[in-house]
């Protein structure tokens, strides 16, 4: 099955920007809706932003709406997440996700997942 690994993640301050990288395995990539999603401590795993097969539909929480812009590239079998203007409660594991439609990526039915990367945004 396709595995995707995640990166760029790091230390950053309230008010910075990251871009998140997830790389997948093979050219099914181009074949899937891809999602981000985070977990902070103690909270349960929600989601972030989604992004249909061809880029060409995107869905994002109200919380990261204007700040985050997620976009895929086929050709490099990679799909990112750039963050701007980070709040500290931005900090989070990030994790990257492949689904058949963006209604399994939105609900988090998915199967493939990346094992995460952590972003934390002090204040």
């Known amino acids: 099955q396709m595995q995707l690994a995640e990166s760029g993640g790091g230390l950053v301050q309230a008010g910075g920007s990251l871009r998140l990288s997830c790389v997948a395995s093979?050219?099914?990539?181009?074949?899937?809706?891809m999602g981000w999603f985070r977990q902070a401590p103690g909270k349960e795993r929600e989601l972030v932003a989604s992004?249909?097969?061809?880029?060409?539909?995107?869905y994002y929480v109200d919380d990261v709406r204007g700040r985050f812009t997620i976009s895929r590239d086929n050709a490099k079998y990679t799909v990112y997440l750039q963050m701007n203007s980070l709040k500290p409660e931005d900090t989070a594991v990030y994790f990257c996700?492949?689904?058949?439609?963006?209604?399994?990526?939105?609900?988090?039915?998915?199967?493939?997942w990346g094992k995460g990367t952590l972003v934390t945004v002090s204040s």
């Open positions: 996700a492949a689904g058949t439609t963006q209604g399994d990526v939105i609900k988090g039915a998915v199967d493939i």
């Open positions: 093979d050219n099914t990539f181009r074949d899937y809706c």
């Open positions: 992004i249909s097969w061809s880029g060409g539909s995107t």
